[in-house]
Nanobody
Framework: QVQVEESGGGLVQAGGSLRLSCKAS??????MNWYRQAPGKQRELVAS???????MYADFVKGRFTISRDNAKNVMYLQMNSLQSEDTGIYYC?????????WGQGARVTVSS
């Protein structure tokens, strides 16, 4: 069964750090992404990782977030530092392979100011 599952969300004070994980199973995905959806807003791309190009970051997280991947474990990470209240939302893992797309159930991140 192909699936992706996030973990690591939680409550943190502004300026703090969290690390999200996305465990993939059933496939080795070409591209893996982190999206987020803030309350009342549309889902937006946060960061993307592929093996053949440099990782991509949205402007609003550049210098604060780092995306990485452990291919041996088939896990993707998002290290989030210097968190701000604007980073509050549900973070989703997205994985793509050969035209197919899979989403996790989301991990809630709440940053208190």
């Amino acid at each position: 069964q192909v699936q992706v599952e996030e973990s690591g969300g939680g409550l943190v004070q502004a300026g703090g750090s969290l690390r999200l994980s996305c465990k993939a199973s059933g496939l080795i995905f070409n591209t893996m992404n982190w999206y987020r959806q803030a309350p009342g807003k549309q889902r937006e791309l946060v960061a993307s990782i592929r093996s053949d190009v440099p990782s991509m970051y949205a402007d609003f997280v550049k210098g604060r977030f780092t995306i990485s991947r452990d291919n041996a474990k088939n896990v993707m990470y998002l290290q989030m530092n210097s968190l701000q209240s604007e980073d509050t939302g549900i973070y989703y893992c997205n994985a793509r392979y050969d035209g197919y797309e899979y989403w996790g159930q989301g991990a809630r991140v709440t940053v208190s100011s």
